[in-house]
């Protein structure tokens, strides 16, 4: 096998297509991990000169697997036996010291999914090559793998090599993606439910439709996309403190509209409103993907028709919408909040590999 190391952004685009074909033959295939998602993290957050994208080739040359890494220098307390590090939003520590650590392009805080893409019939001689190429790669002391999803095969593969390699390994639960297995009809849908849940699902959306005059509608005119993209920002920074700090930032706003363009692009976007009366009340930034809707973030007017639960009665319309498009699953990805399991989620864990050299 042959492995190359690349240090350079245009890894992105010389890489695009083999990338894509490679991610449909990988046992986890996610939009978080498409070349497209990965460059557009890069703009905005990749630190300068610290990309470490491996690749492994078949002798014939055929892409069998790529690690999107890039090495950087974090605050974090050594002691730990698996520090909390945020790459975008490091929080401030005491009995901190700098660490130089390798992550997943994509980071800690706006990418729900990330992986090694190993073709999985060749996963094990692959892991192989990437753990050896891993090794050789200089300066880092971590190797922190963020937001793994439970079909990975990273944390078993990955993690007897680099046991083997004489490296420190914790894997750790890091969250949860409630889930919902969709079946083919609303009914069904409702029937998922414990009683108590699909009556209160029910009330509120008879509730809201008789409140006033409801509309529903899902972004698809690109000439509105900027507009509509700064409506979700302002819905999402007016729900709560942690989420107006969030928005604030303006890196990430930035990335917001830039990955808002590239899903509307690609077909993905799932954008979607719901408004009382002509009043903006709640919002959902949903991405659709393969037979999946995964939602991705949301915002709400705590001021507006708060007590119609504009957020839960959306997220109803676009289950129901899902359901009508033959969606097989409603990904609520990475969180734990009630609502999830009340609207029938099923966790599926999200993990993390932490090593240390």
Known sequence: MQVQLYTDANAFTILRAEWDELLARSVVDTLFLRPAWAEA??????????????????????????????????EADGAQPAPALSFERPVPRPNTAPHATLFLVGGTEVSDYLDFIVDREQA????????????????????????????????????????AAGWSVTLVREDVCPTIALPSTW??????????????????????????????????????LDECLDRFMAL??????????????????????????????????????L??????????????????????????DPQAWSSFSPGVVLLGRCIRQAIAEGRRKF?????????????????????RLFVRR
């Open 41 to 74: 993290w890069w703009q905005v957050f990749g630190p300068e000169g610290g990309l470490r994208l491996l690749t492994v080739r078949a002798d014939d040359g055929r892409l069998l697997g790529l690690a999107p890494l890039f090495l950087a220098s974090v």
């Open 236 to 273: 999402h920074e007016a729900s709560t403190p942690d989420k107006s700090d969030f928005m604030r930032d303006p890196r990430m706003r930035d990335f917001f509209r830039r990955v808002g363009h590239l899903a509307f692009d690609q077909g993905w976007l799932d954008l979607s409103f």
């Open 124 to 163: 094990g001689p692959v892991y192989r090559a990437l753990c050896e190429a891993i090794g050789a790669i200089e300066g880092w002391e971590w190797l922190d793998l963020h937001c793994l999803p439970e079909e990975s095969l990273t944390p078993a593969l990955l993690g007897d090599l680099a046991r």
């Open 275 to 300: 408004a009382f009366d002509g009043a903006l009340a709640a919002a959902m930034f949903c991405f659709r993907y393969r037979d999946a809707v995964m939602v991705y973030n949301s915002g709400f």
């Open 187 to 224: 009914d069904e849908y409702l029937h998922l439910l414990s009683k108590k849940d699909r009556h209160e699902l029910r009330r509120k959306m008879r509730r809201a439709e008789e409140a006033g005059q409801v509309q529903h509608f899902v972004v698809n005119d690109a000439a509105t």
């Open 331 to 351: 990904d609520f990805m990475q969180g734990n909040e009630r609502y999830k399991y009340d609207l029938g989620g099923q966790d599926r864990a999200v993990r």
